[in-house]
């Protein structure tokens, strides 16, 4: 499944006639970012991800090309400045990708308007590395049952973001008006993190925002027949007893599913190289 409509390398080296300009790639973030949903023994940490499918893109024909993830599951965007920021810098990318908030805006009395400020600290020190950067909107969670309250939040914290974007001059992938995520099939068991389908979704369209030639191809329509109303509550109970229960209880003991974590690729190599000390994975991802 981690293989969703790609084709071979040899047909993406030559489809990549016109390379890009980025040599040193950096992702920043928290589970999103470090791939938890995407299970794939063969990556670091135990994750494949968004950021490392489209690292593995952007490294085709490009011999030079270095790729660093030093995202870490659970990170609030205070720890990811304070963790991720300067050793971001260096590592001397041209190419950052930055995705942070989320675990923020999810919190109760999270609010999206200091968040964006901690997100514009963020940003100015990002900035003085001249690096493209490349930020994510959250995901419209409309149709997500764990999520579909805190839309509103959501929103508020993309459009401050959308601000910043453009004071910083970064470019913006925007998850909201990615339709294909309105679907189950694009989510985790979890419910919160995205499946290989999804992060291999949003791969492609962040590559589209960075104008890169890629050969992800679109997900086809889900002919998926909807569940039955008992299977949906059989579900919510499996998932309540999975997934929320540990989810609740780790907040009560102030506890972090990233607790022991390390990055899962803390320096830029080859894409096809495997880093030294990358993240023990396997643990808790909410």
Known sequence: MNNINETSSEDSTALNTTLHPWRRYVALGDSFTEGIGDVDAKSPGGYRGWAD??????????????????????????????????????????????????????????????????????????ATSRATILLFTGPDIRDTPVLGGIRGKVAIYNENLRTIAARY????????????LHETRM?????????PMGHHTIA????????????????GPNDV????????????????????????????????SGDGITAKRPLAVPFT??????????????
């Open 225 to 256: 027949e909807p569940k039955t109303w008992q299977d949906a509550r059989r579900d919510d109970f499996v998932w309540a007893r999975t997934h929320l229960a540990p989810w609740v209880l780790r907040r009560i003991r102030h506890q972090s």
């Open 53 to 126: 499918r489209l690292a593995e893109q952007l490294s085709h024909g490009v011999e030079d090309f270095a790729y660093a993830n030093l995202a870490i599951r659970g990170r609030l965007i205070t720890q990811i400045f304070d963790e991720q920021a300067a050793p971001a810098l260096e590592l001397k990318p041209d190419l950052i990708s930055l995705c942070a908030g989320g675990n923020d805006v999810i919190r109760p009395g999270g609010d999206p308007d200091a968040i964006a400020d901690k997100l514009d600290a963020l940003m100015r020190v990002l």
């Open 187 to 195: 989510w985790a068991p979890d419910r919160l993190h995205f499946s």
């Open 169 to 180: 001059d970064a470019v913006v992938a925007d998850m909201w008006s990615l339709r294909d």
């Open 273 to 286: 190289e495997q880093p030294p000390n990358s993240s023990l994975g396997n643990g808790p991802a909410i």
């Open 204 to 219: 492609a369209m962040a590559l589209d925002a960075l104008n890169v030639p890629h050969n992800l191809e679109h997900v």
